[in-house]
C-alpha cells in the first residue's frame, strides 16, 4: 500500500479543517456563556458536536486530529496549561468511548453515544484530578458530573443528530 493511499484527499482535508475550526470557534463562543449550573465544571461541551459528527461521518482516525488539535489549540488561546492534561484525558476517553459505541452501535443511537461520551470524558478529567492531588476526596464530586454529563451529553447528541440530517456528506 502506497503512502498516499492513507492520506484524506485535498478536498476531505479541507472539510476537516473546518470542522477543527468551527470546534474551535463552538469552544471559544461557549467560554464567553454563563455556566448552565451554579456547580464548578459543569459546561455543555457544545464542540463535541462538532466530533460527534465527524466521527459519524468519518470515523474516529479522521475525528482523533480534529480532536487534538481543538483541544491544543484552545488551551494554547484561551486556557490555562494546566488544563492541557484534563482537556487531553477527557477527550481522548471520550472518543474512545464514542468510538466504541458507534462501532457496536453501528452509528445508531447518537445521543446514547454521545451521553456515555460525556460520561467519560468526566471520569478522565477525575483520573487527572485524582492523579495531581492524590486526595481521594475529589471523587465525591463524580456523580454529579455523571448526572450533569446525562444531561448535557443527551443535548449535544441531539443536536449532532438534527446537524446530520442537514449536512452533506464528506468527501472521501
Known amino acids: 500500500m502506497k503512502a498516499s493511499e492513507n492520506r484524506p484527499s485535498p478536498r476531505k482535508l479541507t472539510v476537516l479543517s473546518l470542522m477543527t475550526a468551527l470546534s474551535l470557534i463552538i469552544f471559544y463562543l461557549e467560554s464567553l456563556l454563563p455556566p448552565p449550573v451554579p456547580i464548578p465544571g459543569i459546561k455543555l461541551g457544545l464542540a463535541n458536536i462538532v466530533t460527534l459528527i465527524v466521527l459519524n461521518r468519518c470515523g474516529a482516525r479522521e475525528a482523533l486530529p480534529v480532536l487534538l488539535c481543538r483541544i491544543l489549540l ?67 464530586y463524580l456523580p454529579f458530573l455523571l448526572i450533569s454529563a446525562a444531561v448535557t451529553g443527551l443535548f449535544t447528541g441531539l443536536c449532532a443528530h438534527f446537524s446530520l440530517k442537514y449536512l452533506p456528506k464528506f468527501p472521501d
Open 74 to 140: 484552545s488551551c494554547f488561546f484561551f486556557s490555562q496549561a494546566i488544563s492541557l492534561a484534563y482537556s487531553l484525558a477527557g477527550g481522548l476517553l471520550c472518543l474512545l468511548t464514542m468510538a466504541v459505541l458507534q462501532t457496536l452501535l453501528q452509528k445508531r443511537f447518537l445521543c446514547l453515544t454521545s451521553i456515555f461520551g460525556a460520561m467519560a470524558h468526566n471520569i478522565g478529567q477525575m483520573g487527572v484530578a485524582l492523579a495531581l492531588t492524590k486526595v481521594p476526596g475529589v471523587l465525591a
